[in-house]
Structure formats: structure tokens, C-alpha cells
């Protein structure tokens, strides 16, 4: 994949229908996601729990674009290689998961995926200074990580800039997950961040049976971010 910063957007299957994965990630796809992201729970970094590695494995043919797979788990390492072995584009560890996030990017680096670091809302952006030239995206989550549907936490905003400042010109993705809607898209395109994770905002009014709200949606929240930008 060519690194540019234009805007993509990347539905979380966490808002899909939990029986129909193939189905819901084609239609995603077709109605224009950019990315396919998987939210990876294990219901002791968050208070949720979602996929294995076998159910990871399982959406991989059925995505045709990007999978964006970010891992909310204590510890990771142990199970890095089995989800690059599931068929993860980009692998996502948090900062705050372990005492070595260092060691973990270098561990997703060797399996020859690409690398994400993920700072929780009370993390402060400084603490990625010294692992910028490990990683290939910077993830600012916007509300604390476990569930769909939550608030949007605004300093996250000032975070994006931040860490854009930091990145210079690396070519490093931001990323921002947790309440992203065409209402708070624009300020964070306008901070510096290229990539949108949306839950409820893309899966919301559609189905399986009915995806074009999906494309609806998608296109909102592109047209949002693009037009903070002046494009
Ligand atoms: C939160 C997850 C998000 C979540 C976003 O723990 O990492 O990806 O699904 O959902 P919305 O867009 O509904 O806030
Ligand atoms: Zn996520």
C-alpha cells in the first residue's frame, strides 16, 4: 500500500450484525470503506470481549480492501503472530497494555505487517516520541475503548495535532476511533488525522438487506472531514 494522507474511512464491524460477518463486510466494501477495522477484546485491558484469532481468520476473504486489526489486549505479544497469521494488514497494540510497547511494535514489525500504537484518552501524546520510527499509525482514541456507541472525548483533537506535529514527515497514518460522526470528523481532519473509525455512525439505519444507508453514511462523514479541509 502507498502511504498518502487523503481521508479514509474505516467502518468498525463492532456495530455489524454478529451473525452475518461476510455479508456485512462486502457490504461495507461496496458502499465505500476505505478499511475494514476489527476491535479485538479480551475482557481484561477493556471490559468487553470479541474475537479470536479463528474469527479473524474467518472475515479475511471476504475483505478485499484493508483490515485494520487493533488489538485491545493485556498482554499482547503472545498473540501477535497468531493474529498475522489470521490475515491482519495492520496490527494495532496499545501503549498502555504492557511495559514494553517498544518490544511489541518490534514483534508486529517481524511478522511483516504494519504497525499501530493506540494511546487511550488520559495517555499523553509525548509518550510515542521515542517509538515514531517503529510505527506506521498512530491511533488517538476518542472515547475509552470497550464499546460502540459512546461519547466523543474532545481533547482528542488537540491530541491529533500533537501528535501531526510530532510525526512531521513520516509517513505515519493518524487514526482516531470512538464517537466519529460528521460532527466531529472535520476537526480532527483539520488537526492532522487521515483515518476515521466509525461504528455506529456508518452501520446505523442499514443492514445486509438495505446497505445503501452504509454508502449513505460513509459518504457523510467523507464529505464532513474533506470539506474541514477545503477540498
Ligand atoms: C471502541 C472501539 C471502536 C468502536 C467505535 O472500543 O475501538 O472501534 O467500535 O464505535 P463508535 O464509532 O460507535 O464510537
Ligand atoms: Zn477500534
Redesign the pocket.
Known sequence: MSFNRSIKIAP?I??ADFADFGREIQAIEAEGADWV?V?V?DGHF?PNLTFGPPAVKAFRPHVKTFMDV?L?IAPVDPYIEAYAEAGADMITAHLEAGPHIHRTLQAIKATGKMAGVSLNPGTPPESIEYLLDLVDMVLV?S?N??????KFIPSAVDKVAKVREMIGDREIHIQV????DPNTVGALAKAGADCF?????VFRGGSVGNPAPYGENIRAIRSAAEKALGE
Not at 473509525?197 to 455512525?201: H, L, Q, R
Open positions: 468498525s463492532l456495530s477495522h476491535d477484546m477493556v487493533h485491545m482514541m472515547v475503548p470497550g464499546f460502540g456507541g459512546q476511533d470512538g464517537g466519529v473509525v466509525a461504528g455506529s455512525a
